[in-house]
């Protein structure tokens, strides 16, 4: 099993989470040639800033991944931290020797610009 992580900042309108939320998704699975068959389960969070959509509600509808287990969390509230960010941790079973990329997008590249 290999997990694959990404992030991106967004507003706090349901049109803004649902489609940046599949951005997110759609960039971590073309760059990580995944297909929805190598899905496990997907955990997403999100800053408390963001209250009008559920990531995971995104994927399901506008993805189609109904039969991808997905949680949602709130992230911990750090002084200081990136602000309106949805983070995600997918589970995958891909091979073990390949190589993954994680994927930062908008703001959240700051998260970690040795990775975006």
Same mark, same amino acid.
């Given at each position: 099993?290999? $997990?694959i %992580?990404g992030a991106i ?5 349901r049109e803004?989470?649902f489609k940046?939320?599949v951005?997110?998704?759609e960039?971590?699975m073309?760059r &990580?040639?995944? @297909?929805?068959? &190598?899905?496990?389960?997907?955990? +997403?969070?999100?800053? @408390?800033?963001l209250?009008a959509?559920?990531?995971?509600e995104? $994927?399901? #509808?506008?993805m189609e991944?109904?039969? $991808?287990?997905m949680?949602? +969390?709130q992230?911990m509230? $750090? &002084?200081g931290?990136?602000? #309106?960010?949805i %983070?995600?941790a997918i +589970?995958? &079973?891909?091979d073990?020797?390949?190589?993954? #990329?994680?994927v930062?997008? @908008?703001e959240a590249k700051n998260l970690?610009?040795?990775?975006a």
């Amino acid at each position: 099993m290999k $997990v694959i %992580r990404g992030a991106i900042t967004t507003e706090n309108t349901r049109e803004d989470i649902f489609k940046d939320t599949v951005i997110l998704i759609e960039e971590i699975m073309r760059r &990580n040639g995944l @297909k929805k068959e &190598n899905l496990i389960s997907i955990f +997403f969070s999100a800053t @408390k800033d963001l209250t009008a959509a559920y990531p995971a509600e995104a $994927v399901r #509808k506008e993805m189609e991944f109904d039969d $991808v287990p997905m949680m949602c +969390f709130q992230e911990m509230e $750090v &002084n200081g931290s990136l602000p #309106k960010c949805i %983070r995600v941790a997918i +589970f995958t &079973n891909i091979d073990e020797k390949q190589e993954v #990329k994680h994927v930062y997008l @908008k703001e959240a590249k700051n998260l970690r610009p040795d990775l975006a």
